[in-house]
């Protein structure tokens, strides 16, 4: 048998028990034995057991109240009576209570053997479709306000056709998971989704990402490497922020684009790809055409269905359903108990300008369900989490009333820049963190807004 188990038997008859615990320890399994329900109890409370086989009529607590109890206590480990007194009634009720099987005494140690491989593979796919659901559900796009409609309506229309889309949208709204939607809804949904993130990449390598290399191509080049345009042959390639790609790097991805086809570095042949290219950045590339920063051919190349996404600020509504989204992702992947939002508390975040988007969103959630010491996360500790918020703006600065929007918004992230820069006392990581950007973007966004770090640290 490919799986070995840890069996907890649970008989008062002494014979039952040694004769089951042989016959599994000769099949390789591990298996505990006691002769009392309660007893049984606190062995699953210290360890971990994949199966439990339980006589039915027993002293104390039966089979049946046995059952009923783990599983009220959220025990979930599969659980097979055995009785030598069975009736039709009895194996009703102990389906109903959640046991996986039913088996009469006497038992073949065959049958027996064959039950467990049974009860294993099953709950291994149920383990495997737990996991599934998990990775789906941090790829999911939460919401039902107007704003999301809107933008799940142009998502399906668009997928199915080989139509460019260029992304746009504020850092951490979800530009990923808006193309991985495109990808998953797309002909192509069974092939690999492949990203890269430009402005991640130092610009001396991103061509040997995007295209590959050959061994011996360039100093520690040490083998050949597949690029990320072949590794996503016949799916997706998502670029994020395409407005960071060098110019130079931008006439090489313009000419794929119209060849299909790839040259890796130190190569001396072209190889003939089949992608799907999807964009995204949170840049105005129209103002960068007319800056020259960006390629005019490239962008009319890219920029054939724009999607834009809204900034949460503008998704009051969608809050509830993403607060307890994330709340339950979070007490999913560390195996807490997940807690409710209270709607005080809720209402709390509403009042938040989150310049950080759905991903500060999500970090402030895991931060409140760690911290809260209630089932419930109390609007008290929605403020003490939140920087404190007067009028939408944090209280470092108030949103300027004159001036384009563009100004007034490079105007009001940067004070939000500052403020977070100040809390955190210079520590960067945590800034980012606090802001759901990339270090590099963290840099490159101050940079853009003229924030000097090194005058800051200056004493007065």
């Known amino acids: 048998m490919a799986q070995k188990a840890n069996l907890l038997l649970v008989d008062d008859d002494a014979n039952t028990l040694a004769s089951l615990s042989r016959a ?14 309660a007893r049984a109890i606190e062995l699953l409370k210290a360890e971990k057991f994949d199966l439990i086989f339980s006589d039915v009529v027993m002293p104390g607590k039966s089979g049946l109240e046995f059952l009923e109890e783990i599983r009220n206590a959220g025990v979930r480990t599969p659980l097979i009576l055995i009785s030598g007194q069975a009736n039709i009634e009895m194996a009703v009720k102990a389906t109903k209570l959640g046991a996986l099987d039913f088996l009469e005494k006497p038992l073949s140690t065959d049958k027996l053997l064959i039950t467990v491989e049974n009860a294993l593979r099953l709950s291994r796919l149920e383990t495997e479709n737990r996991d599934l659901k998990k990775r789906l559900g941090k790829h999911t796009l939460v919401g039902s306000g107007p704003a999301m409609k809107k933008l799940l309506g142009q998502i399906e229309r668009v997928a199915a056709s080989e139509t460019r889309v260029c992304i746009l949208g504020e850092t951490g709204t979800g ?42 191509a360039f100093t520690g080049a040490a083998s ?55 964009v995204a950045t949170h840049r105005n590339l129209e103002d960068l055409v007319k800056q020259n920063s960006f390629r005019r051919d490239l962008f009319h190349r890219i920029y054939v269905f724009p999607l834009m996404l809204p900034p949460l600020r503008e998704r009051t509504e969608d809050f509830p359903a993403l607060v307890a989204h994330f709340a339950g992702q979070v007490a999913a992947q560390n195996n807490w108990k997940e807690k409710a939002f209270s709607e005080e ?30 089932d419930t996360v109390e609007m008290e500790d929605v403020r003490l989490t939140l920087p404190t918020t007067v009028g939408g703006a944090t209280q470092s600065g108030a949103i300027p009333l004159t001036g384009t929007l563009a100004e007034r918004t490079e105007s009001f992230e940067k004070e939000v820049l500052l403020a977070e820069i100040r809390r955190h006392n210079f520590h960067m990581t945590n800034v980012a963190r606090a802001l759901g950007l990339e270090r590099s973007h963290l840099y490159k966004k101050c ?14």
């Open 24 to 37: 599994f320890r000769m099949a390789g399994h591990e298996a505990t034995v006691c002769d009392n329900a």
């Open 175 to 216: 530009k990923e998971l808006v193309a991985r939607a495109i990808h998953e809804r797309s002909p192509r949904k069974d092939a690999p989704f492949v990203t890269l993130n430009c402005a991640a990449v130092p610009a001396e390598l991103i061509e040997s990402e995007l295209f590959g290399h050959e061994k011996g």
């Open 224 to 278: 050949r490497h597949v690029g990320k345009f072949e590794q996503a042959e016949g799916g997706t390639l998502f670029l994020d922020e395409i407005g960071d790609m060098p110019v130079a790097m931008q006439a090489k991805l313009l000419r794929v684009l119209e060849e299909g086809e790839v040259e890796r570095v130190g190569g001396d042949k072209p190889v003939k790809v089949n992608v799907r290219v999807v």
């Open 345 to 374: 508390a809720i209402q709390e975040l509403q009042k938040y300008s989150w310049p950080g988007n759905i991903r500060e969103l999500r970090n402030v959630v895991e931060r409140l369900v760690l911290l809260a010491e209630g």
């Open 447 to 460: 940079q853009q807004l003229g924030i000097d770090l090194q005058s800051l640290r200056k004493p007065e």
